[in-house]
């Protein structure tokens, strides 16, 4: 089955300890990219990603990190986590292109930091 | 960037048609419409894509007047199970990584 996976789904850390949400897709899409979304608002783009190795920044990037070292996966890295980054973080892939082509989207990971 | 404009939100009952309207007076050439579905706590659903005229797919139509300064998503016959944030974006199939979604339409389906 074609899809986008998170892991973990569900997170509660304190502030300042490091964490990493893994983001694998299987269906061989050059970009990804994470995305938050905060009650009420619509998503924001964090950083993404044109291919292996490639990567840029999206709207929303401070205080976080990125790298793309194989294509399915696209690991996102909050190297010193704060109350503010408590949010829902999705992650998404699309075949070529635009991200205004279909992106696919993965489960969601609800983050809580304290 | 396009800005798109949306209501906050909608309702309507099982069995009805529902259409949701998106404005986006600055639409440029190459900009294509897009609408997403995102259930609580889920990641948001590609819909159907459209540039101009009509777009029909098995979940929906969409339609575009000529000077595609608005787009309007219809739902055939909505049941329960429709709930959800509808999001219209705007931007080409071409360049520009960034996605501006806005806060999106907030559909509840009454019984």
């Known amino acids: 089955e074609a899809q986008v996976t998170q892991n973990p789904r569900y997170l509660i850390t304190v502030t300042g300890k490091k964490l990493t949400v893994t983001c694998s897709q299987n269906?061989?899409?050059?970009?990804m990219s994470w995305y938050r979304q905060d009650p009420g608002l619509g998503l924001r783009q964090i950083y993404y990603?044109?291919?292996?190795?490639?990567?840029d920044k999206g709207d929303v990037p401070e205080g976080y990190k990125v790298s793309r070292k194989e294509k399915r996966n696209f690991p996102l890295i909050l190297e010193s986590p704060s109350p503010n980054q408590t949010s829902l973080y999705f992650c998404?892939?699309?075949?070529?292109?635009?991200?205004?082509?279909?992106?696919?989207f993965g489960p969601g990971t609800r983050l809580t930091v304290l | 960037l396009a800005k798109t404009t949306q209501p906050i939100s909608m309702d309507s009952y099982e069995g009805q048609e529902v259409n949701i309207t998106c404005s986006h007076n600055?639409?440029?050439?190459?900009?294509?419409i897009t609408w997403y579905q995102q259930f609580p706590s889920q990641g948001p659903r590609f819909i159907i894509q459209?540039?101009?005229?009509?777009v029909t797919n098995e979940v929906a139509s969409l339609f575009i007047p000529a000077d595609r300064k608005s787009s309007t998503l219809s739902l055939p016959r909505v049941s329960l199970s429709d709930t959800a944030v509808y999001y219209c974006?705007?931007?080409?199939?071409?360049?520009?990584?960034?996605?501006?979604w806005g806060a999106g339409t907030k559909l509840i389906i009454k019984p």
């Open positions: 998404a892939s699309w075949a070529s292109g635009s991200p205004y082509n279909e992106q696919f």
């Open positions: 269906m061989n899409h050059e970009y």
């Open positions: 990603s044109m291919n292996v190795e490639v990567t």
């Open positions: 600055n639409i440029a050439t190459n900009d294509y």
């Open positions: 459209g540039y101009k005229t009509k």
């Open positions: 974006l705007v931007g080409d199939n071409v360049s520009n990584y960034q996605l501006i």
